[in-house]
């Protein structure tokens, strides 16, 4: 963290890590006022593993994302107004409300989703990889999912496919060690998810999903891999959420004691140490973040709460395609 640019970059990667953790801790509060209805995961914990990953890829670049997708859209770029928006079921949110928590999408940023099916965006990220292939485009798709999915058909089906052509996709396994409510060591008899890569032929690692500085580099190794042409790749970041599952979750699969041992390793803790230790960080730059973000997060809960309800005669639009030129 000695140089000027390493520390505007760690400095920038701490207020995205912020913001996405700020944004979650208000959605959940709107959640419990009724505002944002329908369902919820937060994405509280795992943030170093989206913000170290989207500093690894292009503007040109793809992502398709899970059901806990906040992160990964803010970090991406979408806006807090766009995404607050959607929650609320405004017209203003980047689907006109229609998607919710889960289907967050932005054509701008190449941000494909938000998918609520467990291993459904897998092969859409085949797809997209499969599109850019044919046109000679050097562009990456980065496919998020979690631990679960690699239990899932869609996940061997589309690591085969991508690896038998030669794909440039980045399979990002966030392993949280829960698929729901079940430890990934009783879903799975071989529960190393970066191993299974070798049954692909596909290059594979695991990095430390609590560390952004780790994370980046690992995405940027499997980046560069794939915009040589070498195939896919398989990244496992190993992670955990400190809230439970959904909204809805009691959370009486682990122990309070166990989520309190993964608190100490809390990504945003972990970095603002690391700055201060370096000598280049001081709590009244950690108290402007905060209040940036703060800003932030309020601005975009203004943006909802001032929305528009999309009209209840457009209920049946999009549902059918539309004549042109009638």
């Keep these: 963290m000695n140089s000027t640019i390493d520390r505007e970059h760690a400095i920038d990667q701490l207020r995205q890590m ?48 899970t059901y806990r997708e906040h992160g990964q859209a803010l970090a991406r770029g979408m806006s807090a107004n766009s995404i607050m928006a959607e929650m609320y079921g405004k017209l203003e949110g980047c689907c006109r409300g229609r998607g919710g928590s889960m289907h967050l999408f932005d054509a701008a940023t190449r941000f494909y989703g938000g998918n609520a099916i467990v291993a459904g965006g897998i092969p859409l990220a085949v797809g997209l990889a499969l599109a850019d292939k044919m046109r000679g485009l050097k562009r990456v798709t980065c496919c998020f999912f979690g631990d679960g999915a690699v239990a899932e058909g869609d996940f061997h089906e589309s690591m085969n496919l991508a690896s038998l052509w030669k794909l440039p996709v980045l399979f990002l396994c966030e392993n949280n060690l829960y698929a729901m409510g079940t430890a990934i060591r009783y879903t799975q008899a071989a529960p190393d998810s970066a191993a299974k890569g070798a049954a692909y032929g596909m290059e594979a690692a695991a990095v430390d999903g609590m560390d952004v ?27 955990y959420r400190f809230r439970p599952h959904s909204m809805f979750d009691t959370e009486l699969y682990r122990s309070k004691e166990e989520v309190e041992q993964w608190k100490k390793r809390d990504p945003i803790a972990l970095l603002a140490q690391r700055l ?42 999009f549902v059918y395609s539309e004549r042109r030129g009638a």
């Design 18 to 65: 912020l913001l996405i953790r700020r944004f979650e801790e208000k959605s959940a509060e709107l959640y419990s006022a009724t505002k944002i209805r329908g369902f919820l995961h937060l994405y509280i914990g795992e943030e170093a593993v989206a913000v170290g990953v989207m500093a690894a890829l292009a503007p040109e670049d793809a992502v398709v994302a």
């Design 213 to 239: 500085t780790a994370v980046e580099g690992a995405a940027r190794t499997a980046a560069d891999h794939l915009r040589q042409g070498n195939g896919p790749y398989l990244l496992e970041c190993r992670t």
């Design 276 to 317: 201060r230790d370096a000598g280049s960080f001081s709590d009244q730059e950690m108290a402007a973040l905060e209040r940036s973000v703060a800003e932030e997060v309020d601005a975009s809960v203004a943006f909802a709460e001032a929305g528009s309800w999309e009209p209840v005669e457009d209920l049946t639009r």
